[in-house]
Nanobody, 124 residues
């Protein structure tokens, strides 16, 4: 079992930045692909970013490309989502997810473990 705990969410003004962290338990984190998803009010959960086991392969959704970055530190069992130039439409609950295979993945159904989510609210 893997437990994921997100942190770093909060209230920020448009144009500001936040860095989300997701700390994973267990000794197999370095073999897992990781992803960030979000659910905005009234919308379906969507993939935001993904990264393979060693960081060589990364994905960013078109809506966040150029503003967000995903990274991981396997020594700390942590994956990050750096969010810059935040927009009102980035307001959502952000979820960290882990897939027990090393290859990058963006499909929600393919992830095995989920965090509880952290709220990000962008104000004008």
């Amino acid at each position: 079992q893997v437990q994921l705990v997100e942190s770093g969410g909060g209230l920020v003004q448009a144009g500001g930045s936040l860095r989300l962290s997701c700390a994973a338990s267990g000794h197999t984190f370095s073999t897992y692909a990781m992803g960030w998803f979000r659910r905005a009010p009234g919308k379906e959960r969507e993939s935001v970013a993904a990264i393979n086991w060693n960081g060589d392969s990364r994905f960013l959704a078109r809506s966040v490309k150029g503003r967000f970055a995903i990274s991981r530190d396997n020594a700390k069992n942590t994956v990050y989502l750096q969010m810059n130039n935040l927009k009102l439409e980035d307001t959502a609950i952000y979820y960290c997810a882990a897939r027990s295979t090393p290859e990058i993945e963006i499909r929600e159904a393919e992830f095995d473990y989920w965090g509880q989510g952290t709220q990000v609210t962008v104000s004008s």
